[in-house]
């Protein structure tokens, strides 16, 4: 069987001697056909080190604009192997081809958005962030910011989910901002990412030293980091909290960023008819984001507010669409499939515990779907890792209970709680507010004045909120769909980290430092602003 290695200083490793028996094989997730195997790579100081004395220097040689067009270059690289890698997506990932294009469309639509965002930064070896303020009106002496690429290496954990978004959304804004990138893929997926790695590395257009690839365990990684490194993980709140709290990174204040779990909820406002444009629209991005990726997705919806007097017109619509989902859901690499299984066995185990727990609580049932249902389309004999899309309903009185399961626990697959409200913003951020922060919300509304009160009453529990009306909801996007241009990452329970949105999230790799100086010196030197 074929071993994924890792791409470490400079070259695929040989596995180490004696590491067999710490091997993980890969299985496809619809037919736990085994497919390769990763091991575990050592010496992980000098990897480190050698991102940062080799990659560093040699991605700060070129310009913002040269690194740019290094994104670009890239993003017509992958696009050029995208039926490749759908086809790993598949086998590896147990992805529809719907989901597949998700994740790698995503990952390439990353790169070319900061590709574009590298014209507007200048050309110099800083980013100007703002103007020059004085710092007394009567004084000559101003403050000017500028953001310089940080002197370490950028270490990307990622979760299982998008092994191609997560591993090259994260990598293009650090190669922008001129910091190298040790990646490491989570391993049961990672076949796709070490697929990407292939040919970022084959291409030869980043710079020695400025991509790795660790595969397999993390092992010591942390233990090497140092001040000017940075850390961006994503993955579960348990492993989150393990990082923030490493011995390593909390004595050198090594940066870190956590993208973690999240009880999404989208909120039904009280004016939304059934049989108008947006009340379809809620149904159709419920749908989407209970079964897209297998419900496999840090922005799925979680949670549907409901007002309790349209509690039964939209409960009736989303179990038709799940019923006919449900239908066809199955073995990925089979036409007409459109819900793949979850990504291990781990997850399977790990849903249907988890619909346990949330119909622990009394006032919660189940409307649609069964936990225990064991087959599914072109997959014979019970295997793999699928499970039926669940729709699951409280009544008010446990919604409103802040303790409920519901807003404490992530089913990390396809599965949602009606949660019947009254009508009112006050209470929809209440409720909203139990999941303990979040990364993302639609409010559906043609009511000004509901939205625009929900934007102060929910936002702060929230990192993106998308609100959506009837004369946008044609061309609307659901919920789960993350634009590069867009803040990612949610308040507490979300990790509280912040990634993309622009140049927001150039800002984790670079170092802000206020110059100060005499107005006609930073003028000199800055330039008002930097040429375009
Ligand atoms: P996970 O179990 O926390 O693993 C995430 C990553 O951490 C993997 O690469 C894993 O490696 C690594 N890891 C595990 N233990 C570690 C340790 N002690 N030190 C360093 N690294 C360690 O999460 P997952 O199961 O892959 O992903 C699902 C979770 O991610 C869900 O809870 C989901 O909500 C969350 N998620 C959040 C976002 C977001 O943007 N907020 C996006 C996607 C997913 P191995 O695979 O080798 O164990």
Request: net charge neutral; charged share 25%; proline share 5%.
């Amino acid at each position: 069987m074929r071993t994924l290695s890792s791409y470490l200083v400079g070259s695929w490793q040989q596995q180490q001697p004696g590491a067999n028996d710490r091997r993980t094989v890969l299985v496809n997730p619809a037919t736990e056909e085994p497919l390769a195997e990763v091991g575990r790579a050592a010496e992980l100081g000098r990897a480190v080190a050698y991102g940062r004395d080799v990659g560093g220097p040699a991605l700060r040689a070129m310009s913002i604009r040269d690194r740019g067009e290094l994104l670009q270059k890239l993003a017509k690289k992958l696009h050029e192997r995208r039926e490749e890698l759908i086809e790993v997506a598949i086998k590896s990932g147990g992805n529809t081809r719907g989901d597949a294009k998700f994740d790698i469309d995503g990952a390439t639509g990353v790169l070319a958005a900061y590709a574009r965002l590298a014209r507007d930064l200048g050309d110099g070896p800083w980013v100007i962030e703002d103007e020059a303020a004085p710092i007394m009106r009567t004084s000559k002496i101003r403050v000017q910011h500028v953001l310089l690429p940080r002197r370490g290496v950028a270490v990307h954990i990622n979760a299982f989910n998008f092994p191609a978004w997560g591993m090259i959304g994260k990598a293009a804004v650090a190669w922008l901002a001129g910091v190298p990138v040790l990646s490491k893929p989570a391993t049961s997926t990672s076949m796709l990412a070490h697929r990407i790695a292939e040919i970022i590395v084959e291409s030869g257009l980043v710079p020695e030293g400025g991509f790795q690839l660790l595969m397999g365990s993390a092992g010591d990684l942390l233990d090497h980091l140092g001040p000017q490194d940075v850390v961006a993980f994503t993955g579960s709140a348990r492993v989150g909290a393990i990082i923030r709290g490493h011995k390593n990174l909390v004595a050198n204040n090594t940066r870190v960023n956590i993208e973690a779990d999240s009880l999404n909820a989208v909120v039904l406002g009280p004016d939304v008819e059934e049989g108008s444009e947006l009340f379809d629209l809620v149904i159709r991005d419920c749908a989407v984001e209970i079964t897209q990726k297998a419900g496999q997705k840090c922005t799925a919806t979680r949670r549907i507010l409901v007002p309790l007097a349209r509690l039964e017109e939209v409960r009736e619509a989303l179990v038709e669409r799940l019923n006919d989902l449900a239908e066809r859901a199955g073995n990925p690499a089979s036409k007409g499939v459109r819900v793949g299984p979850l990504a291990t066995a781990q997850q399977l185990q790990d849903a249907r515990a988890g619909v346990a727990q949330l119909l622990a609580d009394d006032g919660v049932s189940i409307v649609r779907g069964d936990p225990q249902r064991a087959e599914f389309t072109d997959i014979p004999g019970g295997k793999g890792y699928c499970f039926d899309p669940v729709l699951l309903e409280a009544t008010a009185e446990r919604a409103a209970d802040p303790k409920a399961s519901v807003h404490a626990v992530e089913v990390f697959g396809p599965v949602s709680t009606l949660l019947p409200y009254d009508g009112s913003v006050a209470q929809a951020a209440e409720l909203i507010s139990y999941g303990g922060g979040s990364l993302v919300s639609t409010v559906y509304s043609d009511d000004r004045k509901f939205t625009a009160a929900a934007i102060a009453a929910l936002g702060p529990f929230l990192g993106r909120l998308v609100i959506a009306d009837e004369k946008h909801a044609g061309g609307s996007f659901s919920p789960g769909c993350v634009f590069p241009q867009g803040n990612h990452g949610g308040p507490g329970r979300a990790g509280s980290g912040e990634e993309l949105g622009g140049l927001g999230g150039l800002r984790l790799y670079l170092q802000r430092t206020a110059i100060q100086g005499g107005a006609g010196q930073l003028a000199r030197i800055f330039g008002k602003k930097q040429d375009k």
